[in-house]
C-alpha cells in the first residue's frame, strides 16, 4: 500500500521519509517563471512576496499523478491511496482521479476537504494504518512512541485495504480545525479564494483576519483589531480545540516566523493537559503562501485517539525552549 499526497499538506520532509509518503507538486508562477512547490528557496519566496510579485499557482496535471502512480507500482504497490486539497479550493484531485482511472492497480483517491496540515495528517494517518499496530501511548508532556511495522502471524487480522486506509484518512481531515492568521486579505482575493467584499471591508478597517475552513472553503471566522490580540485569539482556539479532543495532534505554520511559531506551538502544548500527543513546527509551501501572504501564522488541531504518533524532533525536551 502506497500513501501519495500532494505539496499543499506542507508536510516536514523528515516525516515524508519515516512513513515513506509521496509528495506530487504544486506549480507555482512568480513573475511569469514556473516552478514546482518546494524548488524556490524560503528567503526568495518571501521577498517575491513582499515586493508585491505576480504570483499565481496551479493544480498538477494528471500525468504528473500518473507518473507518481507508476512509480509505485515499479516499486511493487498493490493499491493506492491518494489524499489530497480540498477541490473546492483547487483541481487537484480532479487530476488524481483522472490520472487513478488509468492506474493498473486500485487507487482511492479522497478528497480531504482541507489544508496544509489538516491535510498533512491525514495523509499520514492513511500511511501510519497501512503500515503499522497501535503502540499504547506513554502520557505525559512531551513522548516518543515508536512504530512497529506489520507482521503477518497465525491468526492475525488482515491487513486494511485501499478502501479502509481511505477511510482512516477521510475521518482524519473531517475531523481537524484549521485556522489561518494572516496580515492581509488581498492576496486571497486576488487568487479568488476569499470574496471581494470580505476582504475589502477588512482592509478598511485595518482588521487582523482569522481564517478557516468551511466545507472545503476559505471564510473569516473574525477579525480582531491588533496582530497581537489575533495571534491571542488564534491559540484560545487552539486551546478549546485540543481540549474538546481526548488526545490531538498539533501543527504550527509560519512564514518566516520561527520563533513566533515554536513559542505558540509550546504554549499549546503547555495550556492543553498532556492532550498534545505530535507536534509539527513547519514552514508553509509556496503554495499556501501565495495565497495568503507575509505574515502567516497558522494552527491545525486533529484528533489522535488511537494509532501511533511521532513527536517533532525539533520540539523534544533537549529542545523545547524554557518557561518559568
Given at each position: 500500500?502506497?500513501?501519495v499526497?500532494?505539496?499543499?499538506?506542507?508536510?516536514?520532509?523528515?516525516?515524508v521519509?519515516?512513513?515513506?509518503?509521496?509528495?506530487?507538486?504544486?506549480?507555482?508562477?512568480?513573475?511569469?517563471?514556473?516552478?514546482?512547490?518546494?524548488?524556490?528557496?524560503?528567503?526568495?519566496?518571501?521577498?517575491?512576496?513582499?515586493?508585491?510579485?505576480?504570483?499565481?499557482?496551479?493544480?498538477?496535471?494528471?500525468?504528473?499523478?500518473?507518473?507518481?502512480?507508476?512509480?509505485?507500482?515499479?516499486?511493487?504497490?498493490?493499491?493506492?491511496?491518494?489524499?489530497?486539497l480540498?477541490?473546492?479550493?483547487?483541481?487537484?484531485?480532479?487530476?488524481?482521479?483522472?490520472?487513478?482511472?488509468?492506474?493498473p492497480?486500485?487507487?482511492?483517491?479522497?478528497?480531504?476537504?482541507?489544508?496544509?496540515?489538516?491535510?498533512?495528517?491525514?495523509?499520514?494517518?492513511?500511511?501510519?494504518?497501512?503500515?503499522?499496530?497501535?503502540?499504547?501511548?506513554?502520557?505525559?508532556?512531551?513522548?516518543?512512541?515508536?512504530?512497529?511495522?506489520?507482521?503477518?502471524?497465525?491468526?492475525?487480522?488482515?491487513?486494511?485495504?485501499?478502501?479502509?486506509?481511505?477511510?482512516?484518512?477521510?475521518?482524519?481531515?473531517?475531523?481537524?480545525?484549521?485556522?489561518?492568521?494572516?496580515?492581509?486579505?488581498?492576496?486571497?482575493?486576488?487568487?479568488?479564494?476569499?470574496?471581494?467584499?470580505?476582504?475589502?471591508?477588512?482592509?478598511?478597517?485595518?482588521?487582523?483576519?482569522?481564517?478557516?475552513?468551511t466545507?472545503?472553503?476559505?471564510?473569516?471566522?473574525t477579525?480582531?483589531?491588533?496582530r497581537?490580540?489575533?495571534r491571542?485569539?488564534?491559540?484560545?482556539?487552539?486551546?478549546?480545540?485540543?481540549?474538546?479532543?481526548?488526545?490531538?495532534?498539533?501543527?504550527?505554520?509560519?512564514?518566516?516566523?520561527?520563533?513566533?511559531?515554536?513559542?505558540?506551538?509550546?504554549?499549546?502544548?503547555?495550556?492543553?493537559?498532556?492532550?498534545?500527543?505530535?507536534?509539527?513546527?513547519?514552514?508553509?509551501?509556496?503554495?499556501?503562501?501565495?495565497?495568503?501572504?507575509?505574515?502567516l501564522?497558522?494552527?491545525?488541531?486533529?484528533?489522535?485517539?488511537?494509532?501511533?504518533?511521532?513527536?517533532?524532533?525539533?520540539?523534544?525536551?533537549?529542545?523545547?525552549?524554557?518557561?518559568?
Amino acid at each position: 500500500m502506497v500513501v501519495v499526497t500532494d505539496s499543499t499538506a506542507c508536510l516536514p520532509p523528515d516525516l515524508v521519509r519515516a512513513h515513506h509518503v509521496r509528495v506530487v507538486p504544486l506549480d507555482v508562477v512568480v513573475d511569469g517563471v514556473r516552478s514546482l512547490d518546494g524548488e524556490l528557496a524560503p528567503t526568495d519566496l518571501l521577498a517575491a512576496l513582499r515586493r508585491g510579485a505576480r504570483m499565481s499557482t496551479s493544480q498538477p496535471p494528471p500525468a504528473a499523478f500518473a507518473a507518481a502512480y507508476a512509480r509505485a507500482v515499479d516499486d511493487g504497490a498493490t493499491a493506492i491511496v491518494s489524499v489530497h486539497l480540498s477541490g473546492a479550493l483547487s483541481g487537484t484531485v480532479a487530476a488524481a482521479r483522472a490520472a487513478a482511472a488509468d492506474c493498473p492497480v486500485p487507487v482511492e483517491v479522497v478528497d480531504s476537504g482541507s489544508a496544509a496540515m489538516g491535510l498533512g495528517f491525514a495523509a499520514l494517518a492513511a500511511a501510519r494504518f497501512a503500515e503499522a499496530v497501535p503502540v499504547p501511548a506513554r502520557r505525559g508532556r512531551w513522548h516518543r512512541l515508536r512504530l512497529r511495522r506489520r507482521r503477518s502471524a497465525p491468526g492475525a487480522a488482515p491487513a486494511p485495504t485501499a478502501a479502509d486506509v481511505a477511510a482512516v484518512a477521510g475521518r482524519t481531515a473531517q475531523d481537524a480545525s484549521v485556522w489561518f492568521l494572516v496580515d492581509s486579505l488581498d492576496h486571497l482575493r486576488r487568487g479568488g479564494r476569499l470574496s471581494a467584499a470580505s476582504a475589502v471591508l477588512g482592509t478598511l478597517l485595518a482588521l487582523h483576519p482569522l481564517l478557516t475552513l468551511t466545507a472545503g472553503r476559505l471564510t473569516v471566522a473574525t477579525k480582531v483589531r491588533t496582530r497581537r490580540a489575533a495571534r491571542q485569539r488564534l491559540e484560545q482556539l487552539a486551546v478549546d480545540a485540543v481540549l474538546a479532543r481526548g488526545a490531538a495532534r498539533v501543527a504550527v505554520h509560519h512564514l518566516d516566523q520561527e520563533a513566533a511559531a515554536r513559542e505558540l506551538a509550546e504554549s499549546i502544548v503547555d495550556r492543553t493537559q498532556g492532550r498534545v500527543v505530535e507536534v509539527v513546527v513547519a514552514p508553509a509551501g509556496a503554495v499556501l503562501a501565495a495565497h495568503v501572504g507575509p505574515g502567516l501564522l497558522a494552527v491545525v488541531v486533529s484528533g489522535a485517539t488511537g494509532g501511533t504518533s511521532a513527536v517533532d524532533d525539533e520540539l523534544d525536551p533537549s529542545s523545547a525552549p524554557a518557561h518559568d
